[in-house]
């Protein structure tokens, strides 16, 4: 009878413990009212200026009903401005990633409203993490 070791256990359960997120996680998700219902809450995205120096956040929230905001806060402890709102939909979604459909809400009635509306392809990187299609990454802040 062979003898199991103890790393060879871990690994085991590392494996089983992997494959149950991937298959409960976001990447389960494969429908889009799925995909919607893990998108919800606040997600957020910290580039610096290179030449300034100053870090800025971007804060997004996406609410049941649809309806989302955007915020930016610029330095450490500088409280969070308002820059957007408006509706999103999950409109295709599969195990690696979805669609995304944003209509923001247009501040002037002179704004052209084809600049209103994009969709764009988003990939799950983790339970927390998600990608665009431009290489940004956003992590969940708050569910």
Known sequence: MKQT?????????????LAGLVLCGPAAAQTPKETGQQLLGRW???ETDK???VAETLILEFRADGSYL???RSGGFQPAKF????RYAVTAAD????TLKVERALKEPEADKADASESQ????LDPDSLQAAD???VRRVKK
């Open 51 to 53: 030449e300034t120096g």
């Open 121 to 124: 392809q988003i990939k799950w």
């Open 135 to 137: 290489g940004s990454i």
């Open 44 to 46: 957020s995205s910290t």
């Open 5 to 17: 070791t103890i790393p060879a256990c871990r690994q085991a359960i590392t494996t089983l413990l």
């Open 95 to 98: 195990k690696s990633g979805f």
């Open 83 to 86: 820059t957007g709102a408006g």
């Open 70 to 72: 955007t915020s930016l």
